[in-house]
Nanobody, 124 residues
Framework: QLQFVESGGGLVQPGGSLRLSCAVS????????MAWFRQAPGKEREGVSY????????KSADSVKGRFTISRDNAKNTVYLQMNSLKPEDTAVYFC?????????????????WGQGTQVTVSS
């Protein structure tokens, strides 16, 4: 049974940090590239970061480079997003996604499975 358990979202002040986790089951995690996307109110869903199945390759949107770090633990079937120096414009629902054959990492249609999302709010 396919399952995504996303956690770690919440309310944080500007400049603060959060660590998102996405634990998955129901498919062979080690053969899937994993990504984090986000969607702010009234905006399209956008790619944040991607990590290859082995963890050897990562990609990030320019808006989060130097602040966000994606990682994965294949022994735990979990992908993480460490978010530092958070800004109000990072406020969004964050989704993890899994794709078996990902060529263009920031395209939504490259991904086979999606989590339910976790809210991140950056506000003073």
């Amino acid at each position: 049974q396919l399952q995504f358990v996303e956690s770690g979202g919440g309310l944080v002040q500007p400049g603060g940090s959060l660590r998102l986790s996405c634990a998955v089951s129901g498919f062979t995690f080690t053969t899937y590239g994993m990504a984090w996307f986000r969607q702010a109110p009234g905006k399209e869903r956008e790619g944040v970061s991607y990590i290859s199945s082995s963890g050897g390759s990562t990609k990030s949107a320019d808006s989060v480079k130097g602040r966000f770090t994606i990682s994965r633990d294949n022994a735990k079937n979990t992908v993480y997003l460490q978010m530092n120096s958070l800004k109000p414009e990072d406020t969004a629902v964050y989704f993890c996604a899994a794709g078996e054959e990902v060529n263009i990492w920031h395209r939504l249609d490259e991904y086979d499975y999606w989590g339910q999302g976790t809210q991140v709010t950056v506000s003073s």
